[in-house]
């Protein structure tokens, strides 16, 4: 059985490997139920499959300072020398 941490290392594979169109969400989530099992991921509010707060968590902390958040894409991608601080862009 994989760890959280060990998904965050895939889920950051997985961004590098499709720059630069990035990780979406629900593509990851998906690809996590598959490869490492259920316990990774849950059902949302609305149903959809989102990823367990221990994966985002270590996946937060190994992807400080070279990883954002496209709220409106709704992916991660890897930082770029214009974005503003922090990990959410818009």
Avoid at 6 to 26: C, F, I, T
Avoid at 71 to 85: E, I, K, M, V
């Amino acid at each position: 059985m994989a760890t959280p941490a060990e998904v965050a290392d895939w889920m950051l594979s997985e961004l590098v490997r499709r720059e630069p169109n990035g990780l979406r969400q629900h593509d990851a989530a998906i690809a996590i139920e598959q490869r490492f099992g259920e316990e990774y991921v849950y059902r949302n509010a609305n149903f959809n499959r989102a990823i367990e707060k221990s994966v985002l968590a270590a996946f937060r902390h190994i992807t400080r300072d070279t990883v954002v958040w496209d709220r409106t894409r709704r992916h991660w991608r890897l930082r770029r020398p214009n974005d503003t601080p922090g990990r959410r862009e818009y």
